[in-house]
């Protein structure tokens, strides 16, 4: 199922058809939630990829053996996609681990009777902007990027593929209190590993052992999920995914942002941000930190934006 040119328009929001259909989608609102299911929800390249090592690594307790020897898309299917259903009728695993980015009012009403546990994970949106970016330059499933300029535009106007990323976080974590939902946050991940898997494994009600919680963080750090060819998709034909246009998992940066934007276009991104985020019942923290050394040689990094939600 090539469809590399076929994009599905559902419910006024766009899909790549390579990995979606009518049918596909149409069975995700429909979907029986278990109990005992894990989702986990995020809008494109926000976490998801590490939340679903981190949630792997957990229900291993920390053995690698799972994470390096299955694909990610096999371990935790995106429910929208077309061979979800298929496999999931072969699979045995329990609990059942499955992904989406599909957004809360499509969503929800599905998961409204149920008490599958929710892990919601979001990114600043600048560097959600950027790395999507990217991907959609090496992505031959997805629509030409074109300018960054035009990018901008079209993601604070919600018109790429997934819909936008506003209504998407403010769909979600509206609903925070009525479902049974952690929410996550990219740089939680990023600036203190080791407190989050611990955060998620207690979510999970899969509590580790001190030793068992540092394999965790030792097999999802960026640097190594970067090598885990079951997770940086480097398996995925060059026809669908054009390698020699970059890394699925590129850089892994807060911040990353400062790279891409000039100040005009800031400043546009800023003022469409507080007019579609005034109404929001989430509150963020933008932080200016100061340069700290990361090695030994003293490689410095500039963490430039911190974003997280005050629950």
């Known amino acids: 199922m090539a469809r590399?040119?076929?994009?599905?328009?559902?419910h006024g929001i766009s899909f790549p058809g390579h990995l979606h259909t009518q049918d596909s989608l149409q069975h995700a609102l429909k979907f029986l939630f278990q109990d005992m299911?894990?989702?986990?929800?995020?809008?494109p390249k926000s976490g998801t990829t590490w939340m679903q090592e981190i949630v792997t690594l957990i229900s291993s307790r920390g053995d690698p053996h799972v994470s390096q020897t299955t694909p990610n898309w096999t371990r935790a299917p995106w429910l929208?996609?077309?061979?979800?259903?298929?496999?999931?009728?072969?699979s045995t695993?329990?609990?059942?681990?499955?992904?989406?980015?599909?957004?809360?009012?499509?969503?929800?009403?599905?998961?409204?009777?149920?008490?599958?546990?929710?892990?919601?994970?979001?990114?600043?949106?600048k560097d959600v902007l950027v790395s999507f970016y990217h991907f959609h330059k090496m992505a031959n499933f997805l629509p030409d990027a074109g300018s960054f300029p035009e990018f901008l535009h079209h993601f604070l106007e919600g018109t790429l593929h997934f819909g936008?990323?506003?209504?998407?976080?403010?769909?979600?974590?509206?609903?925070?209190?009525?479902?049974?939902?952690?929410?996550?946050?990219y740089e939680e991940m990023s600036t203190d590993l080791h407190r989050t898997i611990n955060k998620v494994s207690s979510f999970l009600q899969r509590p580790l052992l001190e030793h068992e919680l540092n394999n965790?963080?030792?097999?999802?750090?960026?640097?190594?999920?970067?090598d885990n060819k079951m997770i940086n998709y480097s398996l995925i034909p060059d026809e669908i995914l054009d390698h020699s246009k970059g890394c699925f998992m590129r850089k892994g940066e807060i911040g990353d942002w400062r790279n891409m934007f000039t100040e005009e276009q800031n400043r546009y991104f800023d003022t469409a941000f507080k007019s579609k985020m005034q109404d929001c019942i989430l509150k963020f923290k933008f932080l200016l930190e100061k340069l700290y050394n990361v090695t030994a040689a003293g490689k410095e990094i500039l963490l430039l934006l911190f974003f997280h939600t005050l629950m």
């Open 93 to 125: 695993s329990t609990p059942r681990v499955l992904t989406t980015h599909l957004p809360h009012d499509l969503l929800g009403p599905a998961l409204q009777e149920s008490k599958a546990r929710i892990i919601y994970v979001s990114r600043n949106p």
């Open 80 to 90: 929208e996609q077309y061979y979800c259903a298929d496999l999931l009728k072969s």
């Open 4 to 10: 590399l040119d076929v994009t599905e328009i559902f």
């Open 164 to 185: 936008s990323w506003f209504d998407h976080i403010k769909g979600w974590t509206s609903q925070a209190a009525a479902l049974n939902l952690l929410h996550v946050t």
């Open 216 to 226: 965790c963080v030792k097999h999802c750090s960026f640097s190594r999920m970067k």
């Open 37 to 43: 299911d894990v989702l986990i929800v995020s809008y």
